[in-house]
């Protein structure tokens, strides 16, 4: 197993550089936003002589309108949205696994889940995570609760793909025939096997997980002030934007960098985890295929010849 993984990172490496550094970025603003108390000041130490001040070498920044550092408020509010997105995804992809394991391996099982799947997805997620935490009251829990809910249907329908091709291969007939249970046929030969997609669909959910919290704070229905995110930023800063255009900025910046490093991360990740699927391939040479992807999910296959 070990050397399975590392045979992929090696080949992330060697054909996916722009995802490797995707990949750098995101690790760079992980332990950026971990070091926080090491690196910046109080997110909420308050300053009325210096409010609104720009960039300087005493606040990289500049500060806002209460005079607070907004490095330091950029810095802790990602570890709020990174995770709480981190939060969000390892929730969704337990629970959609689930549902999707059962959904495909048993058909009975197959239409109410789907049905209810179907359902689901077919509302925005951003208008329904919103009904959702309006329902259940603003707030962190409130506001994981409603992403985990909206985004569970992504990886379940995702995973029960994968166990509908596995169901009826040579491996699991094999297992039933041996004697195996369910539980053993669908935890040790199905998802072992489903989890490439599971991982690449997580790697998009992450993202709009992100969004989806930037967009929620931003209409104070996410985390509550005074503790910093960097949707509630952006929207405190919406009233300065002439006056103050660095309080919008940097919060809107890290919004930008992490959810583009994402996708570009789960692009590379598609790439050599799911070769046959149409990811995009940046190598070029005598019979390659060069993989020009429109989107995160619509790609289109062009041929090159030398």
Request: charged share 15%.
């Amino acid at each position: 197993m070990t050397g399975g993984w590392r045979s992929v990172l090696e080949r992330a490496w060697a054909e996916e550089r722009l995802g490797t550094l995707a990949v750098a970025v995101l690790v760079v603003m992980a332990a950026l936003a971990v070091g926080a108390p090491l690196l910046a000041g109080s997110p909420t130490a308050l300053n009325a002589l210096h409010r609104l001040e720009p960039p300087s070498l005493r606040h990289p920044f500049g500060t806002d309108d209460f005079g607070r550092d907004v490095l330091a408020r950029t810095l802790y509010g990602g570890r709020v949205s990174l995770g709480l997105g981190l939060t969000v995804t390892v929730a969704t992809s337990v629970a959609g696994a689930a549902l999707g394991l059962l959904s495909g391996f048993y058909p009975r099982m197959d239409g109410p889940l789907m049905r209810l799947m179907d359902g689901m997805m077919a509302f925005p997620p951003l208008v329904l995570a919103i009904a959702l935490v309006a329902a259940l009251g603003p707030g962190l829990v409130s506001e994981l609760i409603a992403l985990w809910i909206v985004f569970t249907p992504r990886i379940a329908r995702v995973v029960r793909a994968s166990t509908l091709q596995l169901r009826s291969s040579e491996m699991v007939e094999a297992s039933r025939v041996s004697g195996s249970g369910p539980a053993t046929i669908l935890l040790g030969h199905v998802l072992p096997n489903a989890m490439a997609p599971l991982v690449v669909q997580a790697s998009f959910v992450y993202a709009e997980v992100i969004l989806a919290d930037a967009a929620l704070s931003f209409l104070g229905l996410g985390v509550a002030p005074p503790v910093p995110t960097w949707g509630n930023m952006v929207a405190d800063a919406r009233d300065y934007m002439t006056v103050a255009p660095w309080f919008a900025i940097f919060p809107g910046l890290a919004i930008v960098v992490s959810v583009v490093s994402l996708n570009l991360a789960g692009d590379s990740l598609r790439a050599v985890l799911l070769p046959r699927s149409g990811a995009p391939r940046r190598r070029l040479g005598r019979g390659r295929q060069l993989h020009v992807s429109a989107s995160s999910n619509s790609d289109r296959l062009m041929t090159v010849a030398e």
